[in-house]
């Protein structure tokens, strides 16, 4: 069984900072892409930053000089660091990765149970 778990979220003001986290456990053969999502209630789940396991990023325009996507191969593990921290960033966050199982010769996507980012005005 696989399983991505976040952590990190919280109450920040604006103008601060989070750092968030998601660890991939189980039988893991390999993982490829992993990445951050966002929903506000209401609203589609919104790509926020991706990560290849080469290191390659991209990012929504809205976080792009203020967060910051990184991850550990080794402990297969994935990073949000989010700076300026906006009203309009307010959300659940969501860990995603494209991973191929140990029992497995696909690839397919797994997501997290979500952590609730929340920024004062």
């Known amino acids: 069984q696989v399983r991505l778990v976040e952590s990190g979220g919280g109450l920040v003001q604006a103008g601060g900072s989070l750092r968030l986290s998601c660890a991939a456990s189980?039988?893991?053969?390999?993982?490829?892409?992993m990445a951050w999502y966002r929903q506000v209630r209401g609203n589609e789940r919104e790509l926020v930053a991706a990560?290849?396991?080469?290191?390659?990023?991209n990012y929504v325009d809205s976080v792009k000089g203020r967060f910051t996507i990184s991850r550990d191969n080794a402990k297969n593990t994935v990073y949000l660091q989010m700076n300026s921290l906006k009203p309009e960033d307010t959300a659940v966050y969501y860990c995603?990765?494209?991973?191929?199982?140990?029992?497995?010769?696909?690839?397919?996507?797994?997501w997290g149970q979500g952590t609730q980012v929340t920024v004062s005005s």
């Open positions: 189980g039988s893991i053969r390999s993982i490829n892409t």
């Open positions: 995603y990765a494209d991973l191929i199982r140990s029992d497995s010769d696909y690839q397919y996507g797994y």
């Open positions: 990560i290849t396991s080469g290191g390659s990023t």
